[in-house]
């Protein structure tokens, strides 16, 4: 079993892993496929764009797609920015609420400002 912290440390790792290789510049989508590749490399289990149903009582009322699960215990939310802003905290913050898991990461691969 690998506890969160463990875990933490692993995907900060790979993400590390990725930007290295990678740099700055790329879709978020190009980030996303590869941290996917890197965590999987590392014995990691991990779900692309994992739905998440937002419950408002006992109805469903919506659903997100997350960027990736890994181990069924983390949230990341992945963006390409130059910066991040309120909007992407409040998302990943729905995302947690809404999937009932307690750990999440809003990583940005961003580019420099020229």
């Not at 939310?77 to 609420?97: P, S, W």
Request: contains cysteine; proline residues 0%.
């Amino acid at each position: 079993m690998i506890y969160e912290k463990e875990l933490s440390d692993k995907i900060i790792d790979c993400a590390f892993t990725v930007h290295k290789i990678l740099g700055y510049g790329f879709l978020e989508k190009v980030y996303e496929n590869s941290l996917r590749i890197e965590l999987e490399e590392h014995g990691l289990e991990v779900k692309q764009q994992a739905e998440i149903d937002v419950f408002y009582k006992k109805y469903n009322v919506g659903n997100y797609r997350a960027d990736l699960f890994v181990e069924d215990k983390i949230v990341l939310e992945l963006k390409a920015e130059k910066e991040l802003n309120k909007e992407h905290i409040a998302q990943l913050i729905n995302y947690l609420k809404a999937s009932k898991i307690k750990v999440g990461y809003l990583i940005n691969f961003g580019r420099h400002k020229f």
